[in-house]
């Protein structure tokens, strides 16, 4: 079935450094996508969203890109800080399927000091 | 800020006892959600509700049943546990307005012997 999945499951990137993590997704209805970042013994945090109208999205340190013709989303974290150590979700929301919204697997980043 | 609570951070109970998860909002939100947690697998929806005493079941409610008598406080029930019910239980909420903008709890780590 369409589902949403990320390229890479463990990221290592040097404190100071840009950071980019990926999302594929295969199901062309999506109209919305948001990105979470979990801690560790924590639930997932919301950092940013984007609609399926746009292209790009700039949060603080944060941006979000998004590729329609193949279906690609990426998160890019400036001058990534260990705070920035945790899991990061990509997650999809279907146009008619109201209020749910479907996960990706995850990618860890890791920031070296 | 919104602030969604959940009743245990660690369980540990025995196969076939009935096991009670709860999660309380704060912030007076339509909806409310089960998800669990598996490595590699990342975050799959269990139930959700939309209003006191309704309720959907997402993609994965086999061995789940779900309770909302408040608007605040939404109960995942796990009506004979089995060992393969051991995951991280992630609660959720939102608002209707803004569907697919979800706030997560701190989660309920669930082992099953």
């Known amino acids: 079935g369409e589902s949403v999945g990320l390229h890479l499951p463990t990221l290592s990137v040097q404190e100071g450094d840009n950071s980019i993590i990926n999302c594929a997704y295969s199901n062309s209805a999506s109209d919305y996508f948001i990105w979470y970042k979990q801690e560790s013994g924590k639930g997932p945090q919301f950092i940013i969203d984007i609609r399926s109208n746009m292209d790009k999205r700039q949060g603080q340190r944060v941006t979000v890109l998004l590729n329609k013709t193949v279906k690609h989303l990426s998160l890019q974290i400036a001058a990534t800080q260990p705070g920035d150590s945790a899991v990061y979700f990509c997650a999809e929301n279907l146009e008619n399927a109201g209020n749910m919204l479907t996960f990706g697997g995850g990618t860890r980043l890791m920031v070296k000091p | 800020d919104v602030k969604v609570t959940q009743s245990s951070r660690y369980l540990v109970k025995r196969t076939g006892e009935k096991v009670f998860l709860e999660c309380v909002q704060d912030?007076?939100?339509?909806?409310m959600f089960w998800y669990r947690q598996d490595p590699g697998l990342g975050l799959r929806l269990i139930y959700f509700?939309?209003?006191?005493?309704?309720?959907e079941k997402g993609d994965i409610p086999e061995g789940y049943s779900v309770s909302r008598e408040k608007k605040e406080r939404f109960s995942l029930i796990l009506e004979s546990a089995s060992t393969n019910q051991t995951s991280m239980y992630l609660c959720?909420?939102?608002?209707?307005?803004?569907?697919?903008?979800?706030?997560f709890g701190p989660g309920t780590r669930l082992l099953v012997l």
């Open positions: 959720a909420s939102g608002l209707v307005a803004l569907p697919e903008t979800q706030y």
């Open positions: 509700s939309y209003d006191v005493k309704m309720k």
């Open positions: 912030m007076d939100h339509e909806n």
